[in-house]
């Protein structure tokens, strides 16, 4: 499988472009889900978070979308940007726990 | 604010020796998190505390343990270091319900 700093899925855009990174969740139970996006050398960033009461969130420049049918969620980042070159990672949350269960990443490379 | 601090930034140790690690969470956080990012795992769970307490423990050997002070400052330590264990060591803080988590940068440990 794929794996945080090698081997990981990678996506290339051109600036300007939209975005589209995809997660499958394991937990059909999790009820909270949150998007974070690690640069190099530091710590995942919060990005956007979503209950599973709702199946659209938008931020700024950012959305998204939950389909608990098939436990899949997207992040769709508008008009992308150099510096949004980072993995994205999403995570879930089920009810009762602290505990985030992240996916394997997705690396977006942004070519200007 | 400040956000999450984590303590040192970069460790080398040998095999068999032992590590603390410390965090310190964004103020007025009560929860605290620890994970382990490797290329080949991802990011995975280790424990959380809150106001002293271990409420959720992931799936490591009895070699990680942590614990967290009154003021909510949190250390993890790793005894009979394994080569296994050099990986990067992240730190989320939340104020203590679902949401919220905020990550440090996390410390880097080899161990050779």
């Known amino acids: 499988g794929e794996s945080v700093g090698l081997h990981l899925p990678t996506l290339s855009v051109q600036e300007g472009d939209n975005s589209i990174i995809n997660c499958a969740y394991s937990?059909?139970?999790?009820?909270?889900f949150i998007w974070y996006k690690q640069e190099s050398g530091k710590g995942p960033q919060f990005i956007i978070d979503?209950?599973?009461?709702?199946d659209k969130r938008q931020g700024q420049r950012v959305t998204v979308l939950l389909n608990k049918t098939v436990k899949h969620l997207s992040l769709q980042i508008a008009a992308t940007q150099p510096g949004d070159s980072a993995v994205y990672f999403c995570a879930e949350i089920p009810p009762g726990s602290y505990q985030l269960t992240f996916g394997k990443g997705t690396k977006l490379s942004v070519i200007p | 604010k400040a956000g999450v601090t984590q303590t040192p930034r970069y460790l080398i140790k040998t095999r068999g020796q032992q590590v603390t690690l410390s965090c310190s969470p964004i103020s007025g956080h009560r929860s605290v998190s620890w994970y382990q990012q490797t290329p080949g795992q991802g990011l995975q769970f280790l424990f959380e505390y809150f106001s002293e307490t271990q409420r959720n423990k992931g799936n490591f050997p009895g070699r990680f343990s942590g614990r967290q002070f009154s003021n909510s400052r949190s250390e993890m330590n790793v005894s009979t270091l394994e080569l296994g264990d050099s990986a990067l060591y992240l730190c989320?803080?939340?104020?203590?319900?679902?949401?919220?988590?905020?990550f440090g940068s996390g410390t880097r440990l080899t161990v050779v």
């Open positions: 937990n059909s139970a999790s009820d909270y």
């Open positions: 989320a803080s939340s104020p203590g319900q679902t949401y919220g988590y905020t």
């Open positions: 979503i209950r599973s009461n709702m």
